[in-house]
Nanobody, 122 residues
Framework: QVQLVESGGGLVQAGGSLRLSCAAS????????MGWYRQAPGKQRELVAV???????NYADSVKGRFTISRDNAKNTVYLQMNSLKPEDTAVYYC????????????????WGQGTQVTVSS
């Protein structure tokens, strides 16, 4: 099992910045993807950014050029630097971690944090 603890959410004005952190603990050996999803009221959860253990990244089009995902493998921590925030970025942000599907395990592949609220005022 893997436990994920997020921090860094809050209230910020449009154009401001926030940095989210997510620390993984437990059986983190061979965790591959780590990242962030978000869910706004009345909307489905959507991918924000993900980073693989090798460093490759993928971003939602809506955050490209504004958000940067990074990872400290030694600390089992993933970060999301959010700049030039917009009101439409308001959502609960969930940390995500996953084992590679190629790994044969008797456990869930996907893990989620409890979520942290990000509110951007106009």
């Amino acid at each position: 099992q893997v436990q994920l603890v997020e921090s860094g959410g809050g209230l910020v004005q449009a154009g401001g910045s926030l940095r989210l952190s997510c620390a993984a603990s437990g059986n983190v050996f061979r965790i591959d993807a780590m990242g962030w999803y978000r869910q706004a009221p009345g909307k489905q959860r959507e991918l924000v950014a993900v980073i693989k253990s090798g460093g490759s990244t993928n971003y939602a089009d809506s955050v490209k050029g504004r958000f940067t995902i990074s990872r400290d493998n030694a600390k089992n921590t993933v970060y999301l630097q959010m700049n030039s925030l917009k009101p439409e970025d308001t959502a609960v942000y969930y940390c995500y971690a996953a084992y590679p599907r190629s790994l044969k395990i008797n456990a869930p592949y996907d893990y989620w944090g409890q979520g942290t609220q990000v509110t951007v005022s106009s």
